[in-house]
């Protein structure tokens, strides 16, 4: 059975950086887009970053972490990272891998994924 793990997450000061991993298996997702949504208390889960191509060649971001995170696939180790710098308090949220097997789709939009992992924790103190 597909299972997507993440881990990384913690507490962290302003400015800081923390890198997040999100580790597949029961199954291969190369071929896969791979994402990172985050969602905050009371509010909707919202897209964060989303990767594209089994060579990780296309990647997206929302606007208000681009230039500051960068998302990566290793496709030997079955695993996708978030790697987030200049950390805000506006990025505390749990944070969710999630795998989508249908390039047709948008992967900007949380219907779009098959896939999901249960979350990790991300406090960003100011």
């Known amino acids: 059975q597909a299972q997507l793990v993440e881990s990384g997450g913690g507490l962290v000061q302003a400015g800081g950086s923390l890198r997040l991993s999100c580790a597949a298996s029961g199954r291969t997702f190369s071929s896969y887009a791979m994402g990172w949504f985050r969602q905050a208390p009371g509010k909707e889960r919202e897209f964060v970053a989303a990767?594209?191509?089994?060579?990780?060649?296309?990647?997206y971001y929302a606007d208000s972490v681009k230039g500051r995170f960068t998302i990566s696939r290793d496709n030997a180790k079955n695993t996708v990272y978030l790697q987030m710098d200049s950390l805000k308090s506006e990025d505390t949220a749990v944070y969710y891998c999630?795998?989508?097997?249908?390039?047709?789709?948008?992967?900007?939009?949380?219907?779009?994924?098959?896939?999901w992992g249960q979350g990790t924790q991300v406090t960003v103190s100011s």
């Open positions: 990767i594209r191509g089994s060579d990780g060649s296309i990647t």
């Open positions: 999630a795998a989508q097997a249908s390039p047709a789709r948008s992967s900007r939009y949380f219907a779009s994924y098959d896939y």
